[in-house]
C-alpha cells in the first residue's frame, strides 16, 4: 500500500500542475498496487505470473477479489477504465484533459481507501485525505 499511496500523492502533484497525463498514469499506477496489496491480503490463489501482467492482475482481481464480493463491482469497473485512460496517456498521444486526469485520481483515491478498509491496511499519513 506505500508504493499505491505514493503513486496517488504524485498524480495529485502532476494534476495540480498540469500534467494531466502523468497525473493518469500515476492514478492507474496507484490502482495497480492497491489491487496487488488486496490480492495479498486476501491470500487469493493468483499465480504469482498472473498477477504481474496488466492484465493477469486485472483478471486476478476480478476473480478473486470483486467475483466473490469482497470489493463492489464498481470499484472493479474503475480499474479497468483507468487502465484505458492510461493506455491512451502513455501510449496513444492523444492528449488526456484535465476532467478525465481529475476523474482518474478520484477513482484512485476512492480504490485505495475501499482496498484499504475492506482488508484493513495502513494508508501512509501523507496520502490521506
Known sequence: ?????????AARLLLE????????S?????????????LIAANAPAE??????????????ARFIIAPGLLEREIGRTLGQAQYVRLIADYQGDPIG???????????????????????????QSTRR
Open 1 to 9: 500500500m506505500r508504493k499505491a499511496s505514493r503513486s496517488l500523492s
Open 17 to 24: 500542475n498540469g500534467f494531466t497525463d502523468e497525473a493518469a
Open 26 to 38: 500515476r492514478a492507474y499506477y496507484a490502482m495497480f498496487d492497491a489491487a496487488r496489496a488486496a
Open 48 to 61: 504469482a505470473e498472473s498477477a504481474r501482467t496488466h492484465s493477469g492482475l486485472i483478471a486476478a482481481f
Open 98 to 124: 484535465a476532467a478525465e486526469a481529475s476523474r482518474a485520481v478520484e477513482w484512485a483515491e476512492t480504490f485505495i481507501k475501499a482496498v484499504a478498509e475492506r482488508f484493513q491496511l495502513n494508508i501512509p
